[in-house]
């Protein structure tokens, strides 16, 4: 199984398409596969535009900006019921991010349900180049949650090791 991780310019061929509210189908993809897609049959956004994500990886003010501006963008195609496929370069992180951000920005859905949704489709993909959302989703999604104000209130790792049960526990 592909990672992406030692990909060249542009990813692997192939998308995973994601679901969401209504039946409205999202299509996560490289850049490769996102050229596979007919013009005209689909909205195709390349993420990697230095206008929208660009190419940092750490959330930011601007970028908060950014991407909420494209997930009210998104939802304008999910009204017309019109099919979207959002690409970067491999498909497993900013593109993750992008989806996710519309998912919290539009729906009010927490970064961790964003998130698992996402694996979800990665998961059930039949293109199976995708092993599943990047290692920098997390923490992303996490810095957005800072950002907006709505970071659940999270116990600190010494309270919560006190609570998990290792064995014969009682």
Same mark, same amino acid.
């Given at each position: ?36 897609f ?13 206008n929208?994500?660009?190419?940092e990886?750490?959330?930011? %003010? +601007?970028?908060k900006?950014? =991407?909420?501006?494209? /997930?009210?963008?998104m939802?304008?195609? @999910?009204?017309r #019921? ?5 690409h ?5 992180t900013?593109?993750?991010?992008c ?19 996402i ?21 992303? %999604? +996490?810095?957005?949650?800072? =950002?907006?104000g709505? /970071?659940?209130?999270?116990r600190?790792? @010494?309270?919560? #090791?006190?609570k998990i ?6």
């Amino acid at each position: 199984m592909c990672t992406g991780n030692q990909l060249g310019k542009g990813g692997n061929k192939g998308h995973v398409p994601f679901v969401g509210l209504d039946g409205w189908t999202i299509f996560l993809s490289s850049e490769n596969g996102a050229a596979d897609f007919k013009s005209g049959a689909v909205t195709i956004i390349d993420v990697q535009r230095q206008n929208l994500y660009g190419a940092e990886y750490d959330m930011d %003010l +601007q970028l908060k900006n950014r =991407l909420e501006k494209l /997930a009210e963008e998104m939802e304008t195609y @999910r009204k017309r #019921s019109l099919p979207v496929v959002i690409h970067c370069n491999h498909g497993r992180t900013r593109s993750v991010i992008c989806v996710a951000v519309y998912l919290m920005h539009i729906h009010g859905v927490p970064a961790e349900d964003a998130l698992a949704a996402i694996q979800a489709a990665f998961v059930a993909a039949e293109d199976r180049h995708y092993a599943g959302p990047g290692e920098r989703v997390s923490r992303a %999604l +996490q810095m957005y949650e800072s =950002l907006n104000g709505t /970071a659940p209130m999270r116990r600190s790792s @010494r309270s919560i #090791s006190k609570k998990i049960c290792t064995g014969n526990c009682a």
